[in-house]
């Protein structure tokens, strides 16, 4: 087999046996997850004599001479022996569970499905391109909230091909969900330069890091990554909170979309039993504000990471752009030590958290200066009068075609505007810093082109679309409102 459609098809058709049994898509490739990785690493312990850090007595060939219960009671304990070891093993098998209830059914996964494919001797793009469409089908299954960790590839490669990273760069990504941004930026660098032997083994083993503290999506990329040959000697992912640490300038580039939800919370146990939840401030001597905003949070930390000149491209929500208090205070001085010269307005639709209005925010660091190192913002409006689905009218790289010719990725500094007076729907749009800084609140969330559902009753969004709107801007309201009864009530 050496299609990856053929092979999609043939790994997604077992997932309908076993959503019989009420295993939903989330739980069959996470199961999948760990049975190709034990099969893959038994593959190179047999056919290139490669020394294996699973314990003999719970490798691929551990489940083979096993049936019915003493093969559900075998998985079970090496699924939690395995969680307890180091690096890469540990990343894959942290907190697994068994989810197939069926010792019947998870023998025919090992045996008929998984055990007579040779996977070594696929090419990683057939591996690669397989795992990744699942994932993709994994995220349409909105039930089971997969899609959380899944932004839309054709905005990914979007964003890497104006990024444009290069072997012998740092990249990395905190919030790096199944690792869409850090595949396509090792993509980008394989198509577009030319690499010698050492080169490609730095850009495989030592250019790709990233944080994830979802088990689930944390396991899911670091596979993700295996299966496209990019690893390490340790995981490449680490399972902790970026937001607690601050490892210091250390990144070139740094490429991520954060979970959506603006606030940082904790649950708690109060003393009469009951469950409650308490916002979180990150206190960090390298963030210019504190807040229990996640959002404004991980911006402060994508640049504190960089390096000096790092570049980094980051997906935020509309309140990042306007908010008052920590985020003016975060917005100027991030225009002050930065160079924020790009913001990509995206439509509504792209994202399975429904209702989501975000931008792409580009910016690159710069040494300390009492003057705003940000001199323009170039802002390409995608949004205005465009409507997209997950299903009948998907994303396409296409509708990003204009924006990556108006970005000029091969010389930004020469820009041109496509908006004017005689052209006021021109989506490409330049401001300067004095005309930025005048606005109330240093207020970012700027629109100019006329919107065509204000003015013909008959041009209305869906409904659906407007619904998700208004239950968004009430989410947002509702938890300012709770937050000003929590400050009131610490008060």
């Not at 959380?148 to 091909?161: A, D, M, S």
């Not at 020469?414 to 005048?438: M, Q, V, Y």
């Amino acid at each position: 087999m050496n299609n990856s459609n053929q092979l999609v098809n043939k790994l997604w058709n077992y997932c309908d046996i076993l959503r019989d049994d009420g295993l939903s898509y989330g739980d069959y490739v996470e199961q999948l997850t760990f049975l190709l990785f034990l099969k893959m690493d038994d593959e190179r312990v047999r056919l290139l004599k490669k020394k294996s850090d699973i314990p003999k007595k719970y490798n691929w060939q551990s489940l083979l001479d096993k049936d019915g219960a003493e093969l559900e009671a075998h998985y079970i304990m090496l699924l939690t022996e395995l969680a307890k070891e180091d690096g890469i093993i540990g990343v894959i098998f942290r907190k697994a569970q068994n989810r197939i209830s069926d010792p019947a059914k998870l023998r025919k996964l090992i045996v008929e499905l998984i055990n007579k494919e040779n996977w070594l001797n696929l090419e990683v793009d057939v591996k690669g391109d397989a795992y990744e469409s699942l994932l993709e089908k994994n995220a349409a299954d909105v039930k089971g909230g997969a899609g959380q960790y899944f932004t839309p590839r054709p905005l990914i490669n979007t964003i890497v091909q104006v990024m444009r990273p290069k072997a012998g760069m740092k990249v990395h990504d905190p919030a790096c969900g199944t690792g869409g941004f850090l595949l396509s930026a090792y993509n980008y660098i394989v198509k577009n330069q030319r690499l010698d032997k050492d080169q490609k083994y730095d850009l495989k083993h030592n250019t790709f890091t990233g944080n994830e503290i979802v088990p689930l999506a944390a396991r899911l990329c670091v596979m993700n990554l295996y299966l496209h040959g990019i690893n390490g000697e340790r995981a490449p992912i680490s399972p902790d909170d970026s937001l607690k640490i601050n490892p210091g300038g250390i990144y070139d580039m740094v490429l991520t979309n954060p979970p959506f939800g603006k606030k940082s919370s904790e649950k708690i146990i109060t003393a009469e039993g009951k469950s409650t939840t308490k916002s979180l401030t990150i206190l960090r001597d390298d963030f210019w504000a504190q807040t229990s905003n996640k959002q404004l949070n991980f911006l402060q930390h994508v640049r504190s990471i960089l390096k000096i000149n790092g570049k980094a491209a980051i997906v935020l929500p509309d309140n990042v752009l306007f908010e008052g208090g920590a985020g003016e205070t975060i917005r100027k001085k991030l225009m002050q030590t930065c160079d924020l010269h790009t913001i990509l307005r995206l439509p509504t639709g792209l994202f399975y958290a429904q209702g989501v209005k975000a931008n792409v925010l580009f910016f690159d660091k710069k040494e300390a200066s009492k003057d705003y190192m940000t001199k323009k913002i170039w802002i390409y409006d995608l949004r205005t009068n465009k409507h997209f689905t997950l299903k009948e009218n998907q994303l396409k790289e296409s509708h990003l075609a204009e924006f990556i010719k108006c970005y000029n990725p091969s010389n930004r500094f020469a820009r041109k505007e496509t908006w004017s007076e005689k052209n006021p729907d021109g989506r490409w749009r330049c401001f300067g810093i004095d005309e930025i800084l005048k606005r109330d609140k240093t207020n970012l969330d700027i629109f100019w082109i006329k919107d065509e559902s204000l003015e013909d009753i008959d041009n209305l969004p869906d409904p659906d679309i407007l619904a998700n709107e208004i239950v968004e801007d009430l989410q947002d309201a509702l938890e300012q409102l709770q937050e000003i009864a929590g400050d009131l009530g610490e008060k």
